[in-house]
């Protein structure tokens, strides 16, 4: 999956841009991320998750095992 899907996706998740941040469990792992200053309150860090041409937002679960594998 190209880099730009992956950002097309992020945006369309309310987010500004993506970032690769590795392999977790078979999956190409992004950061969603947000452009300007300041401090921005979300939520959970969930992560993109991209395996083949499957992608998707991980659950909070996975996004805490993700954070400390």
């Not at 078979?26 to 300041?38: A, F, I, M, Q």
């Not at 993109?48 to 991980?58: A, H, P």
Request: no cysteine; aromatic share 14%.
């Amino acid at each position: 999956m190209t880099k730009e899907t992956v950002i097309r996706f992020a945006k369309e998740q309310g987010y500004d841009n993506a970032l690769y941040i590795g392999k977790w469990k078979g999956y190409d792992v992004y950061e969603p991320t947000l452009e300007g200053s300041g401090t921005f309150f979300v939520g959970p860090p969930l992560v993109i998750l991209v395996k083949g041409q499957n992608i998707r937002m991980s659950t909070v679960e996975e996004s805490y095992e993700q954070l400390n594998s």
